[in-house]
């Protein structure tokens, strides 16, 4: 059953093309123009030096510095970690070390204008998949994404209160963790801790996200417009299967994991020097976060697909 | 304790660094006493009690063959005990002194460094504040907290000193601080004579502040013993222990006997020479060597001894005894070939590394014990996850085995002069790393758990991000960050705190770097080494270290090297660059005929000269130094232009047949302490901005993914 709920999801999602195309689209427009203005910056900076003529080949850490100095604003995020392989396990590193709230506070911002953006999209698609596909049509899917937006504006924002409460909790259990552990003197034993005090904070944000989740599916699914009665059968739908549930969960992110991974692996170094390199490269990372579209589609796909077939 | 202390008047009274040394009448009055009687002995310093033989029992050089290398006027022979249960020391040392000054003085200065730490109000605990560097941050339990406590001293043989002891304020009158102790003897100590003193003490351990301390089962102990000063011309140098600064004392003979629980492994300054089970569950570990300014030690059941020898056709071999931790025996080859490195080059650079062995130190995780030198032994450190190719822990291990040069045979003053070691042995490092290693690749660690102080467990290595393969160009941004901060002249320990990484480090690093690409490696070379074989075992000031660079060199380097003990920075530009036809328009004498030319837009194209290029370069900073200036043109022909880069701008012009296509100042790089390299060069007609676009293009992706991260949870 969780396997026929992660297939069904997963093809659900490549079988919607168009809203794969809408949904990449809104992603792209999201980050474009702040895109455009980090070239302006980095042009500006550039001006006429030569400078340009190394960092067609490779980033010049000295010219780097420099930039970052005199934009304080973009340096933080302009940095290696952002502009090589490393750029999808830096993400997931920010978001995890907490480092992200504490030094780029705009970065939240942007974060949670898009996070709005999506909620306004996934009514859509959540009730497109509940239809079982057929034409896609823009006009009926962006009706669907204004009628659910509220419900789903309300639960996100409830879930954002919990998640930030589970931050505040994971910040100060590994606070208490490092303390009493200061007296171990071997890394890969403080390592091995900080792993397993992983599992049960994995386990409360799991529990939080799968009931929001589900509670977004009964909202639109069952057409419950009270946050606290779609909060509750959400709850209960993951309580009743907490097997299904997290184990459609965690097929759901080891797939995300394979695909970080393959893009930590097998992306092209930084020396593109042409127009055409540039675009390659470009287009390579849009089909990795194409394929994380897929996959997150296909996540809300298959756990639609569960709740059905479970509730 | 207290009770034996006082303040004396007027001490700690002048600020400034040191005590001018002052003689009562008495001591005037004991001074020449002791000279009358020492002439009537036949030798200095035999007749008057706790006095004893210059020099004390001979020992073998470091060399191996009985002769001492340095002055050895300040040897220790140390019985010490740890106490594991209580984090204590427990210590006896007898300490014979010599004065090498032309003055006499009845007072001994010591430095009790571990009294940093005993409270917040310590120098080195406000400083620390302003700074925020420490390893200890908020709540301090009460075990952590550390002291030194010196319960009894005596003349050897003779008189009872605990009563005359008193602490004293150097430098800030913190009456708070208890780092420095004076002690005041019943007579004199003239020129040359000796005195030998006995002193009995007792310390609480510190869990690590900075560099000494405990982590678990695992010790390191530095500066962990009533230190002597060093007694100048001026007086008693002897500085409170600030949070920005190191050490200083004079060269001697150590002999420690340091008793631990027998499964210990202990790792100290120097050779064993004995060691004994004892019938209580310890082990006396007994440690020689001669002709060191410090004695440092380390105790762990968990360190993994591995051992080497350096071998090299024409320089002494060194026998390398690494302690490193389970976790890191893979990494043990890496730390053996940085060490070697580091002897091989430091040794063809400057001079033979002279004591015939040297124990690295790869402390426990999160000891703090790190990065540190010490004579004949130094802590290096590294991470379970290090790949190879990421600089770590090679960059560490060639830096602190040459700190054995740099501090432990040259030993400078590192309260006043820091950049004398640190300076020079990062330049010397960076050398060395880039030579034997190449260019690190830029490493970037992951998963640090929220509210912890650890970085990243696992590390990925980045090509791609470099400095271009130029040694020392990664401290740049280091430096520029406090450029304008303190003069390098400045004394260290009165730097704004958390400035003397990017002054002592990073500055002179750059400046070093500027006159090897001035004046070639070999004239470098040539006042380095020079400077190491004259000060070998001696304490040189900047003053000697800048005598030599002058003398060494016939170009003048005196000008620049007082530029960069300045805060004055080095930036120069080019401006603008121009290039336009020939303007020939206007009223021009032809023979004897004075002919109106119109203005035209084109070139005459008849093949003699018809662009005229002008660039206009500027100095932004307030140093001055020397330029050249290159014309490249469409035609790939190149001009050189020199410039002397005094005044504030210059316009350069030149006349050829093709059009300029970019200009260069400092083409060759030689200013590594140019703050703003990309503003060096500038084109006549830039072209479009591909490069911002890859970059700009590969950060979109970045934030694209960001942002559905982000809203993965919602």
Known sequence: ?311 | MEGAMKRAAGSGAAPGRRERGRRSSAGRWCGALLLLLGGAAGARGQAAPGLAPEGGAPVDGAAGNGAALSPRNASYTIDVRLDHASRTLRGSQTLTWTNLQEQPTNQLWFHLYWNAWSNRQSTWMREDRLRGRSDRRGEIAADDWSYLEVDSVALAGGADLTRTMYFAFPDDRNGDDRTVMVVLLPAAVGPGETVRLDMAWHAKIPRTFARTGFRGDSYFFAHWFPKLGVYEPAGWNCHEFHAGTEFYSDYGVYDVSMTVPEEFVVGATGREVERRANSDGTATHRYVQEDVHEFAWTASPDYVVVEDRFEHASLPAVDIRLLTRPEHRHQVARHFAATKAALESYGTWYGPYPYGHVTVVDPPFGAGFGGMEYPTLFTAGTRRFNPPGGGNPEGVTIHEAGHQFWYGIVGNNEFEFAWLDEGLNTFSTGRTEYATFGEPLYTQRFFQPPGTDTSGFFALLLAGFDYGGVPHRERLGRYRVDATSDPQSTPSFEYHPGTEGSLSYSKTALWLATLENWLGWDALQAILSTFFERWRFAHPTPEDFLAIANEVTEADVGSFLRSVMTSDTFDYAVDSVATFPVPTEGWVRKGDELVYVPPRDEPAGDGETEYRSEVVVRRHGGATFPMEVLFVFEDGHEIRRRWPGAARWRLLTEDYPAKLDYAVIDPDGVLALDLYPSNNSLEADPEPGLPAWKWAARWTVWLEDFLSTFAFFV
């Open chain 1, 1 to 311: 059953m969780v396997l026929r709920s992660y297939v069904t999801g997963i093809r659900a999602a490549l079988a919607a093309p168009k809203l794969l195309a809408v949904v990449w689209l809104v992603l792209l427009v999201a980050a474009a123009p702040l895109g455009v203005l980090v070239q302006r910056a980095i042009q500006d900076d550039i001006g006429g030096s030569r400078v340009h003529v190394e960092l067609r080949q490779r980033m010049d850490m000295t010219w780097l510095s420099e930039f970052q100095e005199r934009h304080e604003e973009l340096g933080p995020s302009v940095r290696p970690a952002t502009l090589g392989r490393a750029d999808f396990l830096y993400n997931l590193d920010l978001l995890f070390s907490g480092e992200l709230f504490a030094q780029h506070p705009a970065l939240v911002a942007a974060g949670s204008l898009y996070a709005l953006v999506w909620l306004l999209t996934l009514g859509g698609v959540v009730d497109r998949f509940a239809r079982g596909g057929g034409r896609f049509v823009l006009s009926q899917f962006l009706a669907a994404c204004g009628r659910y937006f509220g419900r789903l504006l309300r639960l996100g924002a409830l879930s954002a209160v919990l998640y930030w409460l589970v931050y505040r909790l994971a910040r100060w259990g590994y606070g208490a963790l490092e303390e009493n552990l200061q007296d171990v003197t071997i890394e890969s034993t403080i390592l091995l801790y900080y792993l397993l005090a992983a599992l049960p904070l994995l386990v409360v944000v799991g529990l939080v996200m799968m009931t929001f989740d589900y509670a977004r599916i009964a909202s639109v699914v069952d057409e419950e417009p009270n946050t606290l009665k779609a909060l509750r059968r959400g709850l209960s739908f993951v309580l009743r299967r907490p097997f299904a549930v997290f184990t459609l969960a965690l097929l759901v992110t080891l797939s995300v994991a394979a695909l970080v991974v393959l893009r930590t692996v097998a992306s092209p170094g930084v020396g593109e020097s042409t127009a055409l390199g540039v675009l390659a490269v470009f287009l390579l990372g849009q089909l990795f976060l194409l394929a994380r579209l897929v996959l997150r589609l296909g996540f809300v796909g298959s756990e639609l697909a569960l709740y059905r077939s479970l509730r």
